[in-house]
């Protein structure tokens, strides 16, 4: 089994910055592609940044490119994702998410069906 915890969530000011964290244990780590979805109250979840097994592959949903990194450390098993200027519209639950997959297909990191562990989330609020 595998567990995904997620951490950093929090209230933040419109403009403002915070950096989720998604710790992973349990079965052995290996060739395995992350990603990071969000879910708004009343929508369906949708799809925010992926990063590859060796991290040479990043994606990012269009709403949050150029203000949001995803990152790892493989030696951590942890994925981070790194929010700057923050915006009212990126109040969600976060979740990250983990498939084993060594390969960097965009079909395949951006969609959450093919996702086969998930965390609890974490709340992110930004007030205008």
């Known amino acids: 089994q595998v567990q995904l915890v997620e951490s950093g969530g929090g209230l933040v000011q419109a403009g403002g910055s915070l950096r989720l964290s998604c710790a992973a244990s349990?079965?052995?780590?290996?060739?395995?592609?992350m990603g990071w979805f969000r879910q708004a109250p009343g929508k369906e979840r949708d799809f925010v940044a992926a990063?590859?097994?060796?991290?040479?592959?990043?994606y990012y949903a269009d709403s949050v490119k150029g203000r949001f990194t995803i990152s790892r450390d493989n030696a951590k098993n942890t994925v981070y994702l790194q929010m700057n200027s923050l915006k009212p519209e990126d109040t969600a639950v976060y979740y990250c998410?983990?498939?084993?997959?060594?390969?960097?297909?965009?079909?395949?990191?951006?969609?959450?069906?093919?996702?086969?562990?998930w965390g609890q989330g974490t709340q992110v609020t930004v007030s205008s």
């Open positions: 998410a983990v498939k084993y997959y060594s390969g960097s297909n965009r079909d395949v990191l951006l969609d959450g069906a093919r996702y086969g562990y």
């Open positions: 349990g079965r052995a780590f290996s060739n395995y592609a």
């Open positions: 990063i590859s097994w060796t991290g040479g592959t990043t």
